[in-house]
Protein backbone atom coordinates (compact mmCIF):
# COMPACT_ATOMS: atom_id res chain seq x y z
CA UNK A 1 0.00 0.00 0.00
CA UNK A 2 2.80 2.53 0.98
CA UNK A 3 4.51 1.53 -2.32
CA UNK A 4 0.71 2.60 -4.06
CA UNK A 5 0.78 5.72 -2.24
CA UNK A 6 4.31 6.93 -3.50
CA UNK A 7 3.72 5.71 -7.02
CA UNK A 8 0.56 7.85 -7.23
CA UNK A 9 1.88 10.75 -5.56
CA UNK A 10 5.11 10.06 -7.99
CA UNK A 11 2.21 10.34 -10.94
CA UNK A 12 1.02 13.86 -9.61
CA UNK A 13 3.74 15.28 -9.46
CA UNK A 14 5.08 13.88 -13.02
CA UNK A 15 1.54 15.74 -14.43
CA UNK A 16 1.47 18.47 -12.73
CA UNK A 17 5.10 19.32 -13.47
CA UNK A 18 4.47 18.13 -17.39
CA UNK A 19 1.20 20.64 -17.11
CA UNK A 20 3.26 23.59 -15.89
CA UNK A 21 5.86 22.96 -18.68
CA UNK A 22 2.89 23.05 -21.33
CA UNK A 23 1.75 26.14 -19.86
CA UNK A 24 5.21 28.19 -19.37
CA UNK A 25 5.27 26.92 -23.21
CA UNK A 26 2.57 27.94 -24.37
CA UNK A 27 2.81 31.57 -22.73
CA UNK A 28 5.91 31.70 -24.11
CA UNK A 29 4.81 31.01 -27.25
CA UNK A 30 1.85 33.49 -27.17
CA UNK A 31 3.73 36.32 -26.40
CA UNK A 32 6.82 35.23 -29.50
CA UNK A 33 3.80 35.40 -32.09
CA UNK A 34 2.23 38.62 -30.40
CA UNK A 35 5.73 40.19 -30.65
CA UNK A 36 6.75 39.31 -33.93
CA UNK A 37 3.89 41.26 -35.58
CA UNK A 38 5.56 44.26 -34.62
CA UNK A 39 8.96 43.22 -36.23
CA UNK A 40 10.96 44.55 -39.40
CA UNK A 41 13.56 43.16 -41.78
CA UNK A 42 15.74 46.16 -42.30
CA UNK A 43 18.52 45.35 -45.34
CA UNK A 44 20.83 48.30 -46.15
CA UNK A 45 23.13 47.39 -48.82
CA UNK A 46 26.10 48.34 -47.41
CA UNK A 47 25.89 47.20 -43.91
CA UNK A 48 23.81 43.38 -44.70
CA UNK A 49 20.87 42.23 -42.38
CA UNK A 50 18.98 43.50 -39.46
CA UNK A 51 16.11 43.83 -37.23
CA UNK A 52 13.68 46.65 -36.53
CA UNK A 53 10.96 47.19 -34.19
CA UNK A 54 7.48 49.38 -35.56
CA UNK A 55 7.68 51.92 -32.33
CA UNK A 56 3.82 53.49 -33.50
CA UNK A 57 1.41 53.29 -35.86
CA UNK A 58 2.21 56.00 -37.71
CA UNK A 59 4.65 54.02 -39.33
CA UNK A 60 8.16 55.03 -37.38
CA UNK A 61 10.50 52.37 -36.92
CA UNK A 62 13.32 51.89 -33.87
CA UNK A 63 16.61 49.88 -35.01
CA UNK A 64 20.28 50.33 -34.22
CA UNK A 65 22.43 53.06 -36.02
CA UNK A 66 25.07 50.43 -36.59
CA UNK A 67 22.65 49.09 -39.62
CA UNK A 68 21.83 51.73 -40.95
CA UNK A 69 25.23 53.38 -40.86
CA UNK A 70 25.17 56.74 -42.81
CA UNK A 71 22.20 55.94 -45.17
CA UNK A 72 19.64 57.96 -45.74
CA UNK A 73 17.03 55.19 -46.91
CA UNK A 74 16.68 51.45 -46.62
CA UNK A 75 14.42 48.60 -47.64
CA UNK A 76 12.22 47.06 -45.12
CA UNK A 77 10.24 44.59 -44.78
CA UNK A 78 6.83 44.05 -43.04
CA UNK A 79 5.95 40.62 -40.76
CA UNK A 80 2.49 40.79 -42.69
CA UNK A 81 4.03 41.10 -46.12
CA UNK A 82 6.17 39.84 -48.62
CA UNK A 83 6.81 43.15 -50.66
CA UNK A 84 9.78 45.20 -49.43
CA UNK A 85 9.27 48.93 -48.98
CA UNK A 86 11.44 52.07 -48.57
CA UNK A 87 11.78 54.03 -44.88
CA UNK A 88 13.62 56.92 -45.02
CA UNK A 89 16.06 57.28 -41.74
CA UNK A 90 14.76 60.71 -40.11
CA UNK A 91 17.23 59.87 -37.04
CA UNK A 92 20.17 58.54 -36.45
CA UNK A 93 22.80 58.90 -33.26
CA UNK A 94 26.07 57.73 -33.89
CA UNK A 95 26.80 57.79 -29.87
CA UNK A 96 23.44 55.91 -28.45
CA UNK A 97 23.74 53.31 -31.64
CA UNK A 98 19.75 54.67 -31.95
CA UNK A 99 17.89 55.23 -35.59
CA UNK A 100 14.58 55.87 -36.16
CA UNK A 101 13.36 55.31 -39.44
CA UNK A 102 9.75 56.20 -41.44
CA UNK A 103 7.88 54.13 -43.68
CA UNK A 104 7.31 56.02 -47.06
CA UNK A 105 3.58 55.91 -47.22
CA UNK A 106 3.52 56.35 -50.93
CA UNK A 107 5.54 53.13 -51.27
CA UNK A 108 3.83 51.28 -48.80
CA UNK A 109 0.46 52.02 -50.62
CA UNK A 110 -2.72 50.05 -49.38
CA UNK A 111 -0.65 47.81 -47.24
CA UNK A 112 -1.70 47.88 -43.17
CA UNK A 113 1.10 48.74 -40.70
CA UNK A 114 0.90 46.03 -37.95
CA UNK A 115 0.49 47.02 -34.72
CA UNK A 116 3.37 48.25 -33.28
CA UNK A 117 4.89 47.01 -30.38
CA UNK A 118 3.92 47.71 -26.55
CA UNK A 119 6.71 49.66 -24.27
CA UNK A 120 7.36 48.42 -20.73
CA UNK A 121 9.47 50.32 -18.07
CA UNK A 122 12.75 49.71 -18.05
CA UNK A 123 14.20 51.63 -15.33
CA UNK A 124 13.64 48.88 -12.04
CA UNK A 125 14.79 45.86 -13.75
CA UNK A 126 15.89 43.07 -11.46
CA UNK A 127 18.50 40.42 -11.81
CA UNK A 128 17.11 37.00 -12.58
CA UNK A 129 14.05 38.57 -14.46
CA UNK A 130 13.11 36.71 -17.50
CA UNK A 131 13.41 38.06 -20.79
CA UNK A 132 13.06 36.98 -24.47
CA UNK A 133 14.97 38.53 -27.60
CA UNK A 134 13.56 38.67 -30.84
CA UNK A 135 14.64 38.90 -34.38
CA UNK A 136 13.60 38.37 -37.77
CA UNK A 137 16.18 39.70 -40.07
CA UNK A 138 15.52 37.71 -43.39
CA UNK A 139 11.92 38.38 -42.99
CA UNK A 140 11.07 35.19 -43.30
CA UNK A 141 10.60 33.72 -40.11
CA UNK A 142 11.00 35.03 -36.63
CA UNK A 143 13.78 33.90 -34.21
CA UNK A 144 13.89 33.73 -30.65
CA UNK A 145 16.14 33.46 -27.52
CA UNK A 146 15.58 33.92 -23.87
CA UNK A 147 17.69 34.28 -20.84
CA UNK A 148 17.81 36.38 -17.80
CA UNK A 149 19.04 39.91 -16.84
CA UNK A 150 22.13 39.29 -14.82
CA UNK A 151 22.98 42.34 -13.55
CA UNK A 152 20.90 45.78 -12.88
CA UNK A 153 24.29 48.27 -13.58
CA UNK A 154 23.25 50.15 -16.52
CA UNK A 155 26.63 51.23 -17.61
CA UNK A 156 29.96 49.21 -18.47
CA UNK A 157 32.83 49.37 -20.68
CA UNK A 158 32.72 49.73 -24.23
CA UNK A 159 34.87 48.04 -26.81
CA UNK A 160 35.83 49.62 -29.98
CA UNK A 161 33.73 50.01 -33.02
CA UNK A 162 30.29 50.87 -31.35
CA UNK A 163 28.95 54.32 -31.41
CA UNK A 164 28.71 55.29 -27.26
CA UNK A 165 32.11 53.64 -26.65
CA UNK A 166 33.81 55.58 -28.93
CA UNK A 167 32.41 58.90 -27.14
CA UNK A 168 33.71 57.81 -23.78
CA UNK A 169 34.70 54.22 -23.42
CA UNK A 170 31.11 53.49 -21.64
CA UNK A 171 28.02 51.71 -22.85
CA UNK A 172 25.34 53.72 -20.87
CA UNK A 173 21.61 52.98 -20.00
CA UNK A 174 21.84 49.10 -20.88
CA UNK A 175 20.13 46.09 -19.75
CA UNK A 176 22.54 43.03 -19.41
CA UNK A 177 21.82 39.54 -19.90
CA UNK A 178 22.76 36.23 -20.43
CA UNK A 179 20.31 36.40 -23.78
CA UNK A 180 22.38 34.92 -26.87
CA UNK A 181 22.18 37.23 -29.61
CA UNK A 182 22.55 35.87 -33.26
CA UNK A 183 23.47 37.60 -36.09
CA UNK A 184 20.47 39.66 -37.26
CA UNK A 185 19.41 40.39 -33.49
CA UNK A 186 20.87 43.48 -33.56
CA UNK A 187 17.74 46.61 -33.40
CA UNK A 188 15.21 43.55 -32.17
CA UNK A 189 13.12 44.03 -29.27
CA UNK A 190 13.97 42.52 -25.90
CA UNK A 191 10.95 41.83 -24.31
CA UNK A 192 9.85 41.03 -20.49
CA UNK A 193 7.00 38.30 -19.70
CA UNK A 194 4.31 40.30 -20.38
CA UNK A 195 5.84 41.23 -24.32
CA UNK A 196 6.55 44.60 -23.45
CA UNK A 197 9.41 45.67 -24.64
CA UNK A 198 12.34 46.74 -22.28
CA UNK A 199 15.36 47.14 -24.39
CA UNK A 200 16.89 47.07 -27.94
CA UNK A 201 19.01 44.53 -28.48
CA UNK A 202 22.40 46.00 -29.85
CA UNK A 203 25.56 43.77 -29.12
CA UNK A 204 26.46 39.89 -27.89
CA UNK A 205 29.87 40.34 -26.04
CA UNK A 206 31.46 38.43 -23.30
CA UNK A 207 28.27 35.56 -23.75
CA UNK A 208 26.21 38.76 -22.56
CA UNK A 209 23.40 40.27 -24.81
CA UNK A 210 23.73 44.26 -24.34
CA UNK A 211 20.48 46.22 -25.08
CA UNK A 212 19.89 49.60 -25.05
CA UNK A 213 17.20 50.39 -21.85
CA UNK A 214 13.31 51.92 -23.42
CA UNK A 215 13.53 54.79 -21.61
CA UNK A 216 16.77 55.92 -23.65
CA UNK A 217 15.32 54.70 -26.95
CA UNK A 218 11.82 56.88 -26.50
CA UNK A 219 14.05 60.04 -25.29
CA UNK A 220 15.74 60.03 -28.55
CA UNK A 221 12.29 59.46 -30.45
CA UNK A 222 10.82 62.11 -29.20
CA UNK A 223 13.44 64.08 -29.69
CA UNK A 224 13.40 63.38 -33.57
CA UNK A 225 9.74 63.62 -34.00
CA UNK A 226 9.86 66.69 -32.34
CA UNK A 227 12.77 68.24 -34.15
CA UNK A 228 14.07 66.25 -36.36
CA UNK A 229 17.27 65.42 -34.97
CA UNK A 230 19.03 63.89 -31.86
CA UNK A 231 20.80 66.55 -29.83
CA UNK A 232 23.25 66.19 -27.70
CA UNK A 233 25.96 68.29 -25.56
CA UNK A 234 29.22 67.64 -26.19
CA UNK A 235 32.46 68.43 -24.01
CA UNK A 236 35.08 66.52 -25.98
CA UNK A 237 36.41 64.65 -23.67
CA UNK A 238 37.19 60.66 -22.81
CA UNK A 239 36.82 60.44 -18.93
CA UNK A 240 36.73 57.45 -16.30
CA UNK A 241 35.24 57.20 -12.87
CA UNK A 242 37.39 57.67 -9.84
CA UNK A 243 37.60 57.77 -6.05
CA UNK A 244 38.72 60.57 -3.97
CA UNK A 245 40.94 60.18 -0.99
CA UNK A 246 39.10 61.43 1.86
CA UNK A 247 41.06 64.69 1.70
CA UNK A 248 40.01 65.87 -1.40
CA UNK A 249 36.20 64.64 -0.49
CA UNK A 250 36.13 66.78 2.44
CA UNK A 251 36.37 70.07 0.11
CA UNK A 252 33.00 69.39 -1.11
CA UNK A 253 30.01 70.30 0.15
CA UNK A 254 28.48 67.20 0.85
CA UNK A 255 31.56 65.22 1.37
CA UNK A 256 31.75 63.55 -2.34
CA UNK A 257 33.40 60.38 -2.60
CA UNK A 258 33.72 59.91 -6.41
CA UNK A 259 34.17 61.85 -9.60
CA UNK A 260 35.32 61.78 -13.22
CA UNK A 261 39.30 62.07 -14.23
CA UNK A 262 39.32 63.32 -17.78
CA UNK A 263 41.94 60.98 -19.63
CA UNK A 264 42.22 62.65 -23.17
CA UNK A 265 40.39 66.22 -24.64
CA UNK A 266 39.91 66.35 -28.31
CA UNK A 267 41.19 68.93 -30.36
CA UNK A 268 38.98 72.31 -31.01
CA UNK A 269 36.26 71.11 -28.50
CA UNK A 270 34.50 73.20 -25.65
CA UNK A 271 36.20 71.10 -22.93
CA UNK A 272 39.68 72.44 -25.28
CA UNK A 273 38.68 75.83 -25.41
CA UNK A 274 37.83 76.26 -21.04
CA UNK A 275 41.16 74.82 -20.28
CA UNK A 276 39.99 71.55 -18.91
CA UNK A 277 43.17 69.53 -18.71
CA UNK A 278 43.97 65.72 -18.45
CA UNK A 279 44.24 64.88 -15.54
CA UNK A 280 41.14 67.47 -14.47
CA UNK A 281 38.13 65.46 -12.05
CA UNK A 282 35.01 66.96 -12.10
CA UNK A 283 32.93 66.75 -9.38
CA UNK A 284 29.90 68.97 -10.62
CA UNK A 285 28.02 70.24 -13.58
CA UNK A 286 26.18 73.83 -12.53
CA UNK A 287 24.75 72.39 -9.41
CA UNK A 288 24.68 68.98 -9.81
CA UNK A 289 27.08 66.48 -8.72
CA UNK A 290 28.88 64.24 -10.86
CA UNK A 291 30.19 60.93 -9.62
CA UNK A 292 30.21 58.60 -12.99
CA UNK A 293 29.54 58.78 -16.65
CA UNK A 294 25.87 58.26 -16.05
CA UNK A 295 25.71 61.59 -14.09
CA UNK A 296 27.47 63.63 -17.12
CA UNK A 297 25.77 61.67 -19.76
CA UNK A 298 22.22 62.35 -18.35
CA UNK A 299 23.03 66.25 -17.95
CA UNK A 300 24.48 66.42 -21.70
CA UNK A 301 21.31 64.88 -23.10
CA UNK A 302 19.59 67.83 -22.09
CA UNK A 303 19.11 70.22 -25.15
CA UNK A 304 19.01 73.56 -22.91
CA UNK A 305 23.22 73.21 -22.00
CA UNK A 306 24.42 73.55 -25.87
CA UNK A 307 25.65 76.55 -26.65
CA UNK A 308 25.19 77.86 -22.87
CA UNK A 309 27.98 78.68 -20.19
CA UNK A 310 28.17 75.99 -17.40
CA UNK A 311 30.12 76.00 -14.15
CA UNK A 312 32.13 72.84 -13.45
CA UNK A 313 33.88 72.55 -10.68
CA UNK A 314 36.95 70.29 -10.92
CA UNK A 315 39.92 69.03 -8.14
CA UNK A 316 42.62 70.27 -10.02
CA UNK A 317 46.39 69.67 -7.92
CA UNK A 318 44.31 68.80 -5.23
CA UNK A 319 41.93 71.58 -4.92
CA UNK A 320 39.06 72.80 -5.97
CA UNK A 321 38.44 75.15 -8.97
CA UNK A 322 35.30 76.11 -11.36
CA UNK A 323 35.55 76.44 -15.45
CA UNK A 324 33.36 78.18 -17.09
CA UNK A 325 32.59 75.83 -20.25
CA UNK A 326 30.03 75.61 -23.31
CA UNK A 327 29.03 72.54 -24.76
CA UNK A 328 28.80 71.93 -28.32
CA UNK A 329 26.49 70.15 -30.47
CA UNK A 330 27.10 67.07 -31.29
CA UNK A 331 24.47 66.01 -33.50
CA UNK A 332 25.99 64.49 -36.73
CA UNK A 333 25.52 67.20 -39.50
Known amino acids: MIYCDEHKNMSQINTQGSTALISFSDAIEQVANHVSQALVSIHSHNKGYGTGVIWDSDGHIVTCSHI ?179 EIATQLESFQKEGLIVLSIGKDTAAK ?3 LLIGDIIVKFNDEQITDIHDLRTLLFKQDVIGRSVNLTIIRGEKKSQLTIVPQDAAPS
Open 68 to 246: VGRLEKVEVQLDNSNKSFQAKVIGNDLYSDIAVLQIEKNSISNTAIPKPIEIGYSENLKAGQFVLALANPYGEYPSITQGLVTSERTSIRGRGGWGWSSWAGIMDNIVITDTRLNPGFSGGPLVDVEGKMIGLNAAYISSRGIAIRTGKVKEMVDQVLRHGVVKTAFLGIVTDEISLPD
Open 273 to 275: KAG
